[in-house]
């Protein structure tokens, strides 16, 4: 099965908070990340989160690591139709370049 | 700075074409990665290089093949196109081991019939 897991699909209204999770594997994942997928055009860094970390705000975006469980959460807080796009949590390893990707949230908002 | 950038955008292959997806940067930077991207799947590395003139396969390298002859470009050949190459393929670059950030290209989406 895949390393990383994420739901595939998350619908909500305009101007609520949108929750997005994932979960991996590996528990020597280092870095944590999430990155946004608009439509026709490649992904770009949202934000990330070091493995020692259990929360990062930046912004309308609240990360939260559960590292005992192995679940990274992504809240964007006062969801807008520029939010629509796909969410991609990934994982890497120090020292590791490469890096481990979920197959995506696809989150539409709804005015 | 044009970042990550990719030719072509789109291209429809036959089964047992060949052709080069292209892929620059123009960050200096010594890592660059080739995705594919197939409907509701996560990135799958196919390969990457950590400078010029050093290359190594990912998780899904079979029938693809690139090469690094400059730390600017970075171009993946497909020989004997089949359907199952079918995707969108994306480029990216990252400046150090540890750097957090990839950057990726817009993306070349490829369909083989």
């Known amino acids: 099965g895949e390393d990383v897991e994420q739901s595939l699909f998350l619908s909500v209204r305009e101007g609520d908070s949108s929750v997005i999770n994932c979960t991996y594997t590996?528990?020597?994942?280092?870095?944590l990340y999430w990155y946004k997928q608009e439509p026709g055009a490649g992904l770009q860094l949202l934000t990330y989160?070091?493995?020692?970390?259990d929360m990062k705000q930046d912004q309308r975006l609240t990360v939260l690591l559960n590292k005992k469980d192995k679940h990274l959460s992504l809240r964007i807080a006062d969801t807008q139709t520029g939010d629509s796009a796909i969410y991609f949590c990934?994982?890497?390893?120090?020292?590791?370049?490469?890096?481990?990707f979920g197959a995506g949230t696809t989150v539409t908002v709804r005015a | 700075n044009a970042g990550v950038t990719q030719t072509p955008k789109f291209r429809i292959l036959k089964i047992g074409q060949s052709m080069t997806l292209q892929c620059a940067q123009d960050?200096?930077?010594?890592?660059m990665y080739w995705y594919r991207q197939d409907p509701g799947m996560g990135l799958k590395l196919i390969y990457y290089?950590?400078?010029?003139?050093?290359?190594d396969k990912g998780e899904v390298p079979n029938g693809y093949n690139v090469s690094r002859s400059t730390t600017e470009d970075f171009p993946l050949r497909l020989e004997l196109a089949a359907p199952s190459q079918t995707s969108v393929y994306f480029c990216?670059?990252?400046?150090?081991?540890?750097?957090?950030?990839?950057?990726f290209g817009p993306g070349t989406r490829l369909t083989v019939t």
């Open positions: 990216a670059s990252s400046g150090t081991v540890n750097s957090y950030e990839q950057y």
């Open positions: 590996d528990s020597s994942s280092t870095y």
């Open positions: 989160i070091f493995s020692n970390m």
């Open positions: 990934a994982e890497s390893i120090t020292d590791d370049y490469k890096l481990s």
């Open positions: 960050m200096n930077h010594n890592y």
């Open positions: 290089s950590v400078g010029a003139g050093i290359t």
